[in-house]
C-alpha cells in the first residue's frame, strides 16, 4: 500500500546496500498502460535509479492448463518486452480471486504447475519463478494452492510441482535451491 513516491524516495536506501535489486512486486498487472510498475519504473529512470529485475506476480482464472499456461506465457513475454529487464516471477498459480476466491481441482492445478515450469524453463528472461501456495487449512480442506497438508505431506500439486522442477536438470535445480525427493 505504498505509493509509487514514497517507493521511489525509500529507493536510494536499498541500491546503497549493493546488492542486486528487484522492483516491487504490485499485484496490478504491470504490463497495462500506466501501471504502478510503469510509473516506478519510469521515475526510477528518470531519476537515474538502479533496478536489476523485475519482481511480478501472475495468478490464472482459466483452469484449463494449457489456457494457462499460453496467458501465463503472454503476460511475461509482454512484460519483458515492456521493461526489458530479466524476471523474477515471485508468486503463481491458478486462483480467480473472488469472494470466495475459487480454485480448482487438484488435478488442474497439477496439470498447471507440471506444464507452467516445462514453460518457465524455456523463458531465458525468466531467472526465478515461486509457486504462490495457499495452505489448505486456510479454507473448508478441499483443493486450494497448497504444495504440502498440514501435516507436512505434499499435495498433489506440491507432487507435481517437485517432479517437475526436478526434471528440468541444472537450470531448474539453480531455481528451486537443492534437490530433494
Known amino acids: 500500500n505504498m505509493t509509487v513516491e514514497e517507493a521511489l524516495s525509500l529507493w536510494p536506501q536499498l541500491m546503497a546496500t549493493g546488492i542486486r535489486l528487484g522492483s516491487p512486486a504490485p499485484a496490478a498487472n504491470p504490463s497495462l498502460p500506466g501501471s504502478w510498475l510503469e510509473r516506478f519504473m519510469d521515475g526510477a529512470r528518470a531519476r537515474g535509479y538502479r533496478v536489476d529485475f523485475l519482481a511480478v506476480h501472475w495468478y490464472g482464472d482459466k483452469f484449463d492448463a494449457e489456457e494457462a499456461v499460453n496467458g501465463l506465457k503472454d503476460f511475461l513475454e509482454a512484460v519483458y518486452?515492456?521493461?526489458?529487464?530479466?524476471?523474477?516471477?515471485?508468486e503463481y498459480s491458478l486462483i480467480r480471486w473472488s469472494d470466495p476466491p475459487v480454485y480448482p481441482s487438484w488435478e488442474q492445478q497439477a496439470e498447471f504447475a507440471a506444464k507452467s515450469v516445462e514453460m518457465l524453463e524455456t523463458l531465458p528472461f525468466v531467472e526465478r519463478y515461486a509457486w504462490y501456495s495457499l495452505p489448505p487449512w486456510t479454507k473448508?480442506?478441499?483443493d486450494t494452492t497448497a504444495l504440502?497438508?498440514?501435516n507436512g505431506e505434499p499435495t498433489p500439486v506440491g507432487i507435481a510441482y517437485r517432479r517437475a522442477g526436478l526434471k528440468g536438470g541444472p537450470l531448474s535445480v539453480g531455481r528451486f535451491g537443492k534437490e530433494s525427493e
Do not use: A, M, R, V
Not at 81 to 90: A, D, E, N, V, Y
Open 140 to 142: 473448508d480442506g478441499s
Open 81 to 90: 518486452h515492456k521493461f526489458q529487464l530479466p524476471i523474477w516471477l515471485t
Open 148 to 150: 504440502y497438508q498440514q
